[in-house]
């Protein structure tokens, strides 16, 4: 098997430091967001409307990723929505009201979700498959997957800051949490300008030729991207009910849990979400990539369900582990999946429109989520989240349990 071009890898490695410092402050605004928000007196409901617009706005973005990204260059577009997402922070750190705070979510394309599924997150899952060979594009998703929530996980820890700050040193609480906005905004920065390093290479061809995405896809890629992008809104529209800025608040609300506590727990969560990529990857390879989608993610929503129902905190924190330790296990598989069914030439628009119809379902299911809570039981985001993405599962299965990647077709076809 061919090595990686030196090019390549350094181009690799620094998408995977951007991704890195983008998912640190992804990781860390999915734990304080909510909670942060609820201590300045918003409701259940605004909660879940800033959430949304934020959602809304990556959804925007990664419209305009999907159609016009490898035209303007990917290097530039990357380096806009680093800035974009560090103007995003402004209504944490200066404290607008609700309209203006969901205004400025939404062109910052703030996130809450703890989860990094950006435009940027979207362009570059389009970018790395052609970096590396087939038979290596899973474990390079993997790896990528692993930088995200490795990072994740670290801003997780730091979200309990501004407690340890104000507990250690009798700071106030109030200015711990503006100190660590202020930092999300400077990371942002740093992103914008590292990605100004990328060689051409990670460009889809030279600077100049036209792109006509209506001309550059074939009709059986729309025709496949169509059917996964229809199930992958389900899952998302489940997954829009299960943000970590809700789950985080629904802990906080239902056991009283701290954000210290919830800082150490949703390290965990995406420690756990780490390690279980390179498990996709290792097991991808044996059993192919739906079987592992399907068969590791249905085990976790029935993990997910059973935790709205205990009644101790330790119960209920132990099946939402188990479940978390499973969950990503599909998001390695399912970016090499896309880019496996799909022309190189046509990667960015399937990365973008499956992410957009993703997006678009978090932000639908994050909308509402607040209402349910408030309105119908507290636990239904983690009940109808969980059975959405059981239905999923067995959709997908039904669907393309025989539609396998170049990589699955050439091992079948030796044995």
Excluded: C
Excluded at 289 to 312: D, E
């Amino acid at each position: 098997m061919a090595a990686i071009p030196q090019k390549s890898v350094r181009n690799l490695a620094i998408i995977y430091v951007a991704a890195w410092m983008r998912s640190f402050g992804i990781g860390l605004l999915g734990v304080v967001l909510g909670v942060f928000l609820y201590r300045e007196g918003f409701s259940s409901t605004a909660i879940g409307l800033v959430i949304a617009a934020g959602l809304a706005g990556a959804a925007t973005g990664t419209v305009f990723i999907t159609f016009k990204a490898d035209h303007l260059g990917r290097r530039r577009t990357l380096f806009a929505l680093s800035l974009l997402t560090a103007a995003g922070s402004l209504p944490l750190i200066f404290h607008f009201g609700l309209a203006a705070m969901i205004v400025i979510a939404f062109l910052g394309m703030l996130n809450g979700m703890g989860t990094d599924r950006s435009p940027a997150f979207a362009l570059e899952q389009a970018t790395i498959p052609g970096l590396v060979a087939d038979e290596k594009r899973t474990w390079a998703l993997a790896w990528y997957s692993v930088v995200l929530d490795a990072s994740g996980a670290v801003g997780a820890l730091a979200a309990g800051f501004p407690i340890a700050a104000q507990k250690w040193w009798g700071a106030d609480l109030a200015h711990s949490y503006r100190f660590l906005f202020i930092g999300y905004a400077g990371i942002s920065v740093l992103t914008a300008l590292l990605y100004l390093l990328l060689s051409p290479e990670v460009e889809v061809r030279k600077a100049g030729s036209p792109l006509d995405p209506k001309k550059a896809i074939s009709p059986e890629t729309k025709s496949t991207v169509k059917r996964l992008s229809a199930l992958f809104a389900i899952d998302a529209f489940g997954g829009g009910f299960l943000t970590d800025a809700l789950v985080s608040y629904w802990f906080f609300r239902r056991f009283g849990i701290a954000e210290s506590q919830l800082a150490l727990l949703f390290f965990t969560v995406h420690v756990l979400n780490a390690l279980s990529h390179l498990g996709a990857a290792w097991l991808a390879r044996r059993i192919g990539l739906i079987k592992t989608m399907v068969f590791t993610h249905l085990p976790s929503s029935i993990f997910l369900i059973a935790a709205a129902f205990m009644p101790s905190p330790r119960w209920a924190i132990l099946l939402f582990l188990l479940r978390e330790s499973l969950v990503e296990m599909d998001v390695p598989t399912r970016q090499s999946y896309v880019a496996a069914v799909v022309a190189h030439q046509e990667r960015t628009f399937a990365a973008g429109v499956t992410n957009l119809v993703r997006n678009g379902a978090w932000a639908a299911a994050s909308a509402v989520a607040g209402v349910f809570m408030q309105q119908v039981a507290f636990a239904a985001p983690l009940l109808l989240g969980g059975g959405l993405k059981i239905i999923y599962d067995g959709l997908l299965w039904r669907a393309f349990r025989h539609l396998s990647p170049p990589e699955e077709r050439k091992a079948q076809g030796g044995s």
